[in-house]
């Protein structure tokens, strides 16, 4: 049912975003999905970024709130593809506490820590996935790969600067 609601609120989209992870927590499998829409506003059609992950964990309620708003500084208010945001952007967390695992109440946990890290990596793949919508790639192996390279990138021109910076001028 997933992959039927990304597909539902997909509009510019080139093809569903929807990702799921796996991890252990109190010795339970945790699972997180999240579905995904837009990539900013890269063409004039109003393309509203949604995002919503659910997972199954049992976590302390008031914990929710901090959680959400460090996943979106971690993922998706780490891209922008043409500047713009829409007044309707949105991120939202939910969980059912199903997974039978005792509630995480602390996020430096282990635990914690654990169910941080599986939301993250669903919350990133959207990221990758919208780089590379808006680069005209089509899957987020395509631009995991672009960004690794951006990132290379970077880490080249720094060991140049510090050759250069360490030998002097030429």
Do not use: C
């Amino acid at each position: 049912h997933w992959l039927a609601a990304a597909e539902g609120i997909m509009t510019t989209d080139t093809q569903p975003k929807a990702y799921s992870r796996q991890v252990t927590v109190d010795g339970k499998t945790v699972t997180v999905t999240g579905i995904s829409k837009g990539a900013g506003m890269i063409r004039p059609n109003m393309a509203t970024m949604l995002g919503f992950l659910a997972t199954d964990a049992a976590i302390a309620p008031e914990l929710l709130q901090g959680l959400v708003r460090e996943l979106a500084e971690g993922s998706f208010n780490r891209v922008t593809i043409d500047g713009d945001t829409s007044t309707n952007d949105s991120f939202v967390l939910m969980a059912t506490h199903r997974a039978g695992n005792a509630p995480i109440t602390a996020l430096d946990s282990d635990d914690g820590r654990a169910l941080k890290a599986a939301l993250l990596g669903v919350a990133g793949s959207f990221v990758a996935s919208y780089a590379g919508q808006a680069l005209g790639w089509y899957g987020p192996g395509e631009a995991a790969g672009f960004i690794a390279s951006v990132v290379g990138a970077i880490v080249l021109l720094v060991v140049a600067a510090v050759i250069l910076v360490v030998s002097g001028p030429v």
